[in-house]
């Protein structure tokens, strides 16, 4: 695009531009909050000089994200976004309503390389990354459209936040930040797929959010055919960088269980999940998969899963099953940019 990314600056950086262009440092302080107070462009932003307002139209851009396709379910009032991007690509976000506030679910790439059998977003591979920017928009969109404040963040849509890693930190940075949307990171969730060079680099910054590992089995074997991240990196070496993680951090960790039918929800499974994680302080989130079109995959029963369930806690490990939430919409990220891809696909067919 050729133009200066300014809503993933940093206020430092934003010192050093308006240094660049002639303007006092306070001018900073006053951009940033216009930014991340939901500013969509320069002429919003009235307390600055209109030579100002120019001189940044022509240098920078501000991202943001519109709305390609919003369902909202009639179960429970989660609101699934098909986001369009300044370039035509299509990302998706959730937003849910709990006891506590609203939380947000964001993609972190256009698509996904990691090539999870079980997942959606992965389907047609990974296409960039996403900015820092481009993440904070999908909140601040979620806010404007429903008029509310989101008080909690989920990085578990779309992507690898692990794989995108400098512009992941750069947006848990600015979304935290006072002068910011100031949502604090003990109230926000990082999802990887098990990327072991990403948590180890996480540990070195040590911040206060939750990690959130993709487990989903407890054997090699098994998790390397629903997860190709496990050929590099393996159990082994998962548990090992969660407890290097949490020794820097003191932060619990919680594992994510997608329980599959006839897949990973046997009481093997179960044993194995016990021993792999003791010495950990842990919570396990059992997850009754989502069907997705393109693949067999079927979501065991809830009966298993709280069996399942009620043996792990009796084995010491902290156990829940997760809400179900959006089940009418789609709501499991990938498969509304899927619906979005095939369509266009049979359009330009015909």
């Known amino acids: 695009m050729g133009l200066i990314d300014i809503k993933s600056m940093t206020t430092e950086e934003l010192t050093a531009l308006m240094g660049e262009f002639g303007q006092p440092k306070f001018r900073a302080k006053q951009i940033f909050s216009w930014l991340h107070g939901g500013a969509d462009s320069f002429d919003e932003m009235t307390n600055l000089p209109i030579s100002l307002r120019e001189k940044l139209k022509e240098e920078c851009y501000i991202a943001c994200v519109e709305i390609e396709r919003k369902l909202v379910s009639a179960l429970d009032g989660t609101v699934k976004y098909l986001y369009r991007l300044h370039d035509g690509e299509y990302i998706e976000s959730v937003l849910m309503s709990y006891n506590h506030g609203y939380t947000v679910c964001i993609s972190t790439q256009v698509g996904c390389r990691m090539g999870c059998s ?49 512009n992941s930190v750069r947006f848990l940075r600015l979304v935290s930040h006072d002068d910011g949307m100031n949502i604090g990171l003990r109230h926000i969730s990082l999802s990887t797929s098990g990327v072991v060079s990403g ?134 990220c990938g498969q509304l940019r899927n619906q979005k891809k095939r369509r266009d696909d049979n359009e330009n067919c015909k």
């Open 118 to 166: 079980f997942c959606a977003s992965g389907l047609s591979g990974k296409v960039r990354d996403l900015t820092a920017s481009e993440m904070l928009a999908q909140i601040k969109m979620a806010e404007k459209d429903n008029g509310i404040r989101v008080s909690n963040v989920v990085m578990m849509g779309m992507g690898e936040p692990l794989d995108n890693f400098e």
């Open 199 to 332: 948590i180890e680099r996480l540990a070195e910054e040590n911040m206060p959010i939750t990690l959130s590992i993709s487990l989903h089995a407890p054997f090699d074997d098994m998790r390397s055919k629903m997860m190709p991240v496990n050929k590099k990196w393996n159990v082994a070496a998962l548990i090992a960088a969660c407890k290097k993680y949490q020794s820097v951090t003191g932060r619990r960790i919680s594992f994510e269980y997608a329980m599959i039918k006839d897949v990973n929800d046997s009481r093997e499974c179960a044993d194995g999940l016990v021993k792999l994680l003791r010495g950990i302080m842990c919570h396990v989130n059992l997850i009754p998969a989502n069907p997705v079109v393109e693949n067999n995959f079927k979501r065991s029963d809830d009966k298993n899963v709280n069996n399942f369930c009620e043996y792990l806690n009796s084995k010491g490990v902290n156990t829940t099953i997760r809400r179900t939430l959006g089940a009418d919409i789609d709501a499991s």
